[in-house]
C-alpha cells in the first residue's frame, strides 16, 4: 500500500496562490499517474491535474493557472495554484495510479478561497 499525505491547504483571498504537496512514501516511477484531484461540497470528486513520466493534463478550468509537477528525488507531487477563485475551494487529493490502476489516495487537504 502506498501512503500519501498532502500538505499546503489553507486560507487565501481570491487572486493569490497556494502551492500544494503530496508526500508519497514510495519511488514514483515513470509509468505511475499521479493526480491532483478536488471535491467541493454537494459536489463530485473531480481530476484536476494530472502527470505521468513528462506529460501532464488539466482540467479546462485551471488550464494556464495551476501547475503539476514532481520532484523525484523528494518522492513528491505539487500543485501550484495560481489566481485562485472561489470556485476553486475544495478539498484537494493527492492519487497514485500503478501500472495496474489500482488506486492510492491520501487524506485530503482544505483549500479556501475567500472572495
Known amino acids: 500500500q502506498v501512503h500519501l499525505v498532502e500538505s499546503g491547504g489553507g486560507l487565501v483571498q481570491a487572486g493569490g496562490s497556494l502551492r500544494l504537496s503530496c508526500a508519497v512514501s514510495?519511488?514514483?516511477?515513470?509509468?505511475?499517474?499521479m493526480g491532483w484531484y478536488r471535491q467541493a461540497p454537494e459536489k463530485q470528486r473531480e481530476l484536476v491535474a494530472a502527470i505521468r513520466g513528462g506529460r501532464t493534463n488539466y482540467a479546462d478550468s485551471v488550464k494556464g493557472r495551476f501547475t503539476i509537477s514532481r520532484d523525484n528525488g523528494e518522492n513528491t507531487v505539487y500543485l501550484q495554484m495560481n489566481s485562485l477563485q472561489a470556485e476553486d475551494t475544495a478539498v484537494y487529493y493527492c492519487?497514485?495510479?500503478?501500472?495496474?490502476?489500482?488506486?492510492?489516495w491520501g487524506q485530503g487537504t482544505q483549500v479556501t478561497v475567500s472572495s
Open positions: 492519487n497514485y495510479k500503478d501500472s495496474n490502476l489500482e488506486d492510492s
Open positions: 514510495t519511488y514514483i516511477f515513470s509509468d505511475v499517474t
